[in-house]
């Protein structure tokens, strides 16, 4: 089945000690991102990934580290975290086309609590 | 990048047409409109993706008039599980999607 996955799915975590939550795709795509959702913020972009080793900063990149090492995973790093950062996530993945716009796929996220 | 406009919310009742406007003024050449629906505690998944005119497809319908300035998702005779949030995003083709900007959603309220 065609999907990205993401884990874990909930995080408790208190300040400062570092986490990953990771992203995995099954369907050979070039493209990946990471977004957090805040009540009344909708979705917000932290980075993208067009491919292997080329990573770019979203809207709201402070705070956050990616890789992309290998094309089917992208973790999402945060090395300080930090209450503001208490939020949930999602990560996508779509083709990149280029006679066509091609979908994105979502994770069903992962929420993470920094106390 | 096109910035989008839409209702905060909307209410409808089982077997409505339901649609729902995006404004995007600074649309560009090269982007397409995708809509999305979003269910609690899930990610947001695809419904539906135009350039101009009308799009239809099993779950919606999609019109964008000529000066693509704005489109309309449409969602015809709508039941309870239709209750979700709505986003639309403009971005481009040719080069993937690169940033990406959501709006804040329409949450769809459906009634019996």
């Known amino acids: 089945e065609a999907q990205v996955t993401q884990n874990p799915r909930y995080l408790i975590t208190v300040t400062g000690k570092k986490l990953t939550v990771t992203c995995s795709q099954n369907?050979?795509?070039?493209?990946m991102s990471w977004y957090r959702q805040d009540p009344g913020l909708g979705l917000r972009q932290i980075y993208y990934?067009?491919?292997?080793?080329?990573?770019d900063k979203g809207d709201v990149p402070e705070g956050y580290k990616v890789s992309r090492k290998e094309k089917r995973n992208f973790p999402l790093i945060l090395e300080s975290p930090s209450p503001n950062q208490t939020s949930l996530y999602f990560c996508?993945?779509?083709?990149?086309?280029?006679?066509?716009?091609?979908?994105?796929?979502f994770g069903n996220g992962t929420r993470l609590t920094v106390t | 990048l096109a910035k989008t406009t839409q209702p905060i919310s909307m209410d409808s009742y089982e077997g409505q047409e339901v649609n729902i406007t995006c404004s995007h003024n600074?649309?560009?050449?090269?982007?397409?409109i995708t809509w999305y629906q979003q269910f609690p505690s899930q990610g947001p998944r695809f419904i539906i993706q135009?350039?101009?005119t009308k799009v239809t497809n099993e779950v919606a319908s999609l019109f964008i008039p000529a000066d693509r300035k704005s489109s309309t998702l449409s969602l015809p005779r709508v039941s309870l599980s239709d209750t979700a949030v709505y986003y639309c995003?403009?971005?481009?083709?040719?080069?993937?999607?690169?940033?990406?900007?959501f709006g804040t959603g329409t949450r769809l309220l459906v009634s019996p």
């Open positions: 996508a993945s779509s083709l990149i086309g280029e006679t066509y716009n091609s979908p994105l796929h």
């Open positions: 600074n649309i560009a050449t090269n982007d397409y």
């Open positions: 990934s067009m491919n292997v080793e080329v990573t």
């Open positions: 995003l403009v971005g481009p083709m040719n080069t993937g999607f690169q940033k990406l900007v």
């Open positions: 135009g350039y101009k």
């Open positions: 369907m050979n795509h070039e493209y």
